[in-house]
């Protein structure tokens, strides 16, 4: 049998691009399905929510994970070596009640959320789920906005991870979603898991046929066209980056025009206008620094985006600009930098200079940087070890991110990852045996397999059953 990952098409990945979401089907039999929904059945009934010992306490869930549908599509979406997250979750659903649309909080912590998909989501559904059992539903088209923009909670348009048992959504981390109104009152189980990408794409991921960008068919959003930002999304993940930059001839009236339209109060519009500017090389690049300057902190965050796929042209004034008394201006310049990669290296000392600075968010958004950065220079990796011992978590956490991204080259954090599994945050440490694996040496494995052992689980310890059978 192949089990090879079954990789998504351009067409696929056009709408994943464009709408946020794809909803597949695995192929596993109704009774494998009938048993895991069972056995969830049980768990909550006799134990409750097993949370993040999802995987551990129904065991059926990793052949789930293990299917070529599913490891093909992350792999398409995230890379060959993407990152199962430590959180994940069981959500149940027997009420006539729709919930609030909302993005989900990364462990109840905020970050500049990302246009490229750095992130995502798979929400899995194990028993047959038509609509009116309440699947998830979310807003096609919306992962790239910071507001709702949709005013009411019926809004048209609305998508649905409906369908057999065995569905799933594949989602952009920062979709609008929600749960719908379970009419049927029966029980709904679905099962979300996080993922991250731990390399910077450099070629295509998926089944690639078409070089150059183009619209799925049939397209219809119910707020806004992108083609810009889609553009430029195809083609970071096709291993580009700045692929905008001076793609467009100088036009002082349309520059004034996309200036006027950066600080619109329409969101998509303002999206818009950052990434047309982007295109436009310096003079689209001293626009977008002036927005990122705005006393008006959503037009700054804008400008960031725009920023950070204006090319090699945009580093030197966003470097300039981390010596801003602005807390928001420093910490929207971060990102952008991290997201410019490579192109950022000659802004890494100036970068590693902000992990003293008062803020824990902006230590943060460092932390983060200088794993998507990708240069492993010593300052970077000295960096990011102090950042293991930091008084605040977040920026804990995320440095293991980054040392996870930096891999072997990041191998002389070993002993502080080692001493980061002591830390008194599930997350911490969960991303410090992360970075132990990514790193990889003989020292990082060896570490890992006694902690791992250390904390092993029974699979069928309940309370029930404490020790026997």
């Known amino acids: 049998m192949n089990q090879s990952p079954l990789l998504l098409t351009d067409e696929q990945m056009r709408k994943f691009i464009t709408e946020g979401f794809l909803i597949l089907k695995t192929d596993f039999p109704e009774s494998f399905h009938q048993s895991m929904t069972a056995e969830l059945k049980k768990v909550y009934d006799e134990e409750g929510n097993p949370g993040n010992n999802l995987l551990p306490r129904i065991r059926e869930i990793q052949q789930v994970f293990d299917s070529p549908v599913i490891q093909g599509a992350l792999t398409s979406v995230l890379g060959p070596n993407y990152m199962l997250h430590a959180h994940r ?15 989900d909080s990364y462990w109840g912590y905020s970050r500049m959320r990302n246009h490229h998909p750095w992130w995502a989501m798979i929400m899995y559904f194990p028993q047959n789920t038509p609509i009116e059992l309440g699947p998830t539903g979310v807003m096609p088209g919306t992962q790239n906005y910071e507001s709702r923009t949709f005013v009411s909670d019926e809004a048209a348009g609305e998508a649905y991870a409906s369908g057999e048992a065995g569905t799933f959504a594949l989602i952009h981390y920062d979709i609008w979603h929600r749960s719908t109104p379970n009419v049927l009152g029966q029980s709904r189980y679905m099962l979300k898991f996080e993922f991250m990408r ?124 981390l010596a801003d008394d602005r807390e928001e201006t420093v910490f929207h310049a971060v990102f952008a930098l991290g997201e410019l990669r490579h192109l950022a290296a000659s802004a890494l000392d100036a970068l590693s200079g902000l992990l003293s600075h008062p803020s824990a968010a902006i230590r943060s958004a460092v932390a983060e940087a ?59 440490r969960a991303h410090a045996l992360e970075a132990l694996r990514y790193i990889g040496t003989d020292d990082a494995t060896n570490i890992l397999i006694k902690s791992l052992f250390n904390a092993r689980w029974c699979t069928t310890t309940t309370p029930a059953t404490p020790f026997y059978p």
């Open 89 to 103: 979750h069981g959500h149940y659903n027997a009420e006539p009640a729709a919930g609030g649309w909302h993005k």
């Open 198 to 321: 731990t390399e910077a794409p450099v070629k295509p991921s998926w089944d690639n046929q078409v070089a150059e960008w183009q619209e799925p068919s049939g397209l219809s959003l119910p707020i806004a066209f992108h083609e810009t930002l889609w553009e430029e999304t195809w083609n970071w993940l096709s291993g580009s980056v700045g692929s905008l930059a001076e793609s467009r001839e100088e036009n002082s009236a349309k520059l004034n025009e996309l200036a006027e339209n950066l600080a619109h109060s329409f969101e998509p519009t303002a999206l818009n206008a950052a990434y047309e500017l982007a295109r436009y090389g310096k003079k689209g690049i001293s626009v977008l620094i002036a927005g990122l300057r705005n006393e008006d902190v959503s037009i700054s965050r804008t400008a960031a985006y725009g920023l950070s796929v204006a090319g090699i042209d945009a580093v030197e004034e966003l470097t300039s600009a």
């Open 370 to 428: 200088l794993g998507i950065i990708g240069s492993a220079s010593p300052a970077s990796v000295d960096g990011l070890i102090a950042c293991l011992s930091d008084e605040d978590v977040q920026v804990r956490f995320t440095a293991g991110l980054s040392l996870s991204r930096l891999g072997p080259a990041a191998a002389s954090a070993v002993p502080a990852l080692e001493a980061a599994l002591d830390d008194e945050n599930r997350y911490v």
